[in-house]
């Protein structure tokens, strides 16, 4: 199973990205995927899923900015990240559980399966 995050870049604050994350080797179309993040010096931190039963979840930083989709005919995952602000600088990574029928937990021990990591810098 791969990952493979894409999408990220520089970008002033104020501005936007979206992130893919294209899987291959399984279907996730009952499981859930998600996305996380690692601020320099920091701990990887929740940043919002999407639950294979259908609704996301979302980090209180994040909430109203970033918007989590997905298409599971492609098998790939989305990231549209809006009002970009310099402490969303972080390497954001694509996940998704390897057991179906998740709750669209936001710890990162819920996950199985990691793509490699795209860099996201904002500056002011």
């Known amino acids: 199973v791969q990952l493979q995050a894409s999408g990220g870049g520089l970008v002033q604050a104020g501005g936007s990205l979206r992130l893919s994350c294209a899987a291959s080797g399984r279907t996730f179309s009952s499981h859930d995927m998600g996305w996380f993040r690692q601020p320099p010096g920091k701990e990887r931190e929740f940043v919002a899923v999407s639950r294979w039963s259908g609704g996301s979840t979302y980090a209180d930083s994040v909430k109203g900015r970033f918007t989590i989709s997905r298409d599971n005919a492609k098998n790939t995952v989305y990231l549209q990240m809006n009002s970009l602000r310099p402490e969303d600088t972080a390497v954001y990574y694509c996940?998704?559980?390897?057991?179906?029928?998740?709750?669209?937990?936001?710890?990162?021990?819920?996950?199985?399966?990691w793509g490699q990591g795209t860099q996201v810098t904002v500056s002011s």
């Open positions: 996940t998704a559980a390897g057991r179906r029928y998740g709750s669209g937990s936001p710890l990162v021990k819920a996950y199985d399966y």
